[in-house]
């Protein structure tokens, strides 16, 4: 079954405590993304890859860090969370250069006290 | 950038009803237009969508339409159930990115 497996879904953490959210897929896409949703702003862009090794800001990439050092995974790094992080993450993979992004994660629903 | 507008933001029909949700973009080399649905505390997914190339699309009660002139793209549903009540969202693709509207909250009454 194609899917985008996010993990934790739930995850409660304190201000300044590391933490990192994974994201896999079994589609040999080569396009991943992280996404945020938040009330009234709907999907924001924080990094996307294009390949493995190959990633790039999106609209709102202050506070993360990504990595993808193998197709199939493309993790989400917080190194130093805030409670303005506080928020709906969505991971997605698609083909190509991400115009067809069909398969969306779970999601990760994330709280910064 | 891009930047993609949506309206209304909430929409309220009567089942059986026709709804109607607008986007404009501001990019005219944004060349692909996807729809998604959100049900609640669900996942976004992909309900349709249109290439730069093509005028209308249609998906048995859904359709797209798109006015490159203009820069705006409208998603129809026809003949409202209550099973589509959900979050529905425009999105329009520059370069390597996918700019998202801000959502339309979409309630069918029975």
């Known amino acids: 079954e194609a899917q985008v497996t996010q993990n934790p879904r739930y995850l409660i953490t304190v201000t300044g405590k590391k933490l990192t959210v994974t994201c896999s897929q079994n589609m040999n896409h080569e396009y991943m993304s992280w996404y945020r949703q938040d009330p009234g702003l709907g999907l924001r862009q924080i990094y996307y890859?294009?390949?493995?090794?190959?990633?790039d800001k999106g609209d709102v990439p202050e506070g993360y860090k990504v990595s993808r050092k193998e197709k199939r995974n493309f993790p989400l790094i917080l190194e130093s969370p805030s409670p303005n992080q506080t928020s709906l993450y969505f991971c997605?993979?698609?083909?190509?250069?991400?115009?067809?992004?069909?398969?969306f994660g779970a999601g990760t629903r994330l709280s910064v006290l | 950038g891009e930047n993609v507008e949506q309206h209304p933001s909430t929409l309220s029909v009567q089942e059986g009803d026709s709804a109607v949700i607008k986007c404009t973009y501001s990019?005219?080399?944004?060349?692909?237009f996807p729809w998604y649905k959100q049900e609640l505390g669900k996942r976004p997914q992909l309900i349709i969508d249109?290439?730069?190339?093509?005028g209308e699309k249609k998906d048995q009660r859904i359709a797209v339409t798109l006015n490159k002139t203009a820069k705006h793209f409208s998603l129809h549903i026809t003949e409202t159930q209550p099973e589509d009540s959900a979050v529905y969202f425009c999105a329009a693709h520059n370069t390597d990115k996918l700019i998202f509207g801000t959502g339309t909250r979409l309630q069918v009454f029975p």
């Open positions: 997605a993979s698609g083909i190509g250069t991400g115009k067809n992004i069909q398969y």
């Open positions: 990019d005219s080399a944004s060349n692909y």
């Open positions: 249109i290439r730069s190339n093509v």
């Open positions: 890859s294009m390949n493995v090794e190959v990633t």
